[in-house]
């Protein structure tokens, strides 16, 4: 996934139009003495990702939209299924004890709990720290117990833009969101877990958007 570099030329293709507009694709071709069809390729990039303007039988116009709406575009068009990682995924039988081993072994804040890959329910750092204070034997008290069961689990699917994932991480004060498929036995809907997207994943999608600007 990258953000689009624009190349020398249509860097001057910018110049000219802003400081010549309206103006044909035909005057641009010869103030830049190349052939029309020498162009086309750069003239849709410039038009598609709306920063040239072209208006019919009259030509070519610098774009007046800024530059953050352009980027508000961009963030916009990034799915969940660009950024979703792994989900670290335990049986609702298995052991706090285990279940926390599993935590901190794959560096993450939650685990998702699963039946036979449908989603069932969710545990947090949060939830372990809780159940530590209670003193309760965390060799023999399964994760199920401790967990937030569905349907009270948010979630995204891989359609879904990464710009939404962000603001349920947000609003419900979560670490990760798990991302489902719905799947159909009959007419009972499930929810089979597919992967996640988390605090981490968010920032690297900006640290990788500011590599690429």
């Given amino acids: 996934m990258n953000i689009i570099k624009l190349s020398p030329?249509?860097?001057?293709?910018?110049?000219?139009?802003?400081?010549?507009?309206?103006?044909?694709?035909?005057?641009?071709?010869?103030?830049?003495?190349?052939?029309?069809?020498?162009?086309?390729?750069?003239?849709?990039?410039?038009?598609?990702?709306?920063?040239?303007?072209?208006k019919p039988k009259v030509g070519y116009v610098y774009s007046q939209r800024p530059s953050y709406s352009l980027i508000h575009d961009y963030i916009r068009n990034i799915?969940?299924?660009?950024?979703?990682?792994?989900?670290?995924?335990?049986?609702?039988?298995?052991?706090?004890y285990d279940a926390i081993v599993h935590l901190f072994l794959n560096d993450v804040g939650t685990l998702f709990i699963e039946n036979n890959g449908v989603l069932t329910g969710a545990v947090s750092r949060k939830d372990f720290l809780k159940m530590a204070m209670g003193g309760t034997d965390m060799h023999k008290v399964p994760v199920g117990i401790i967990m937030t069961r569905m349907p009270n689990i948010i979630f995204v699917e891989k359609e879904d833009a990464a710009y939404l994932a962000a603001q349920r991480?947000?609003?419900?004060?979560?670490?990760?969101?798990?991302?489902?498929?719905?799947?159909?036995?009959g007419n009972k809907e499930s929810l089979k877990i597919i992967g996640k997207v988390s605090k981490t994943n968010i920032t690297r999608l900006f640290v990788k958007m500011g590599e690429n600007s």
Wanted: glycine share 0%; hydrophobic share 45%; net charge negative.
């Fill in 9 to 54: 030329r249509q860097e001057q293709i910018i110049k000219l139009v802003k400081e010549f507009e309206p103006i044909t694709s035909e005057q641009l071709a010869a103030k830049l003495n190349v052939t029309r069809a020498a162009l086309r390729p750069d003239l849709a990039i410039l038009t598609m990702t709306a920063i040239l303007e072209a």
């Fill in 79 to 96: 799915k969940v299924k660009d950024i979703m990682s792994k989900p670290i995924m335990v049986d609702e039988n298995t052991t706090v």
């Fill in 169 to 185: 991480i947000m609003e419900h004060e979560v670490d990760s969101l798990p991302v489902v498929e719905k799947v159909y036995d």
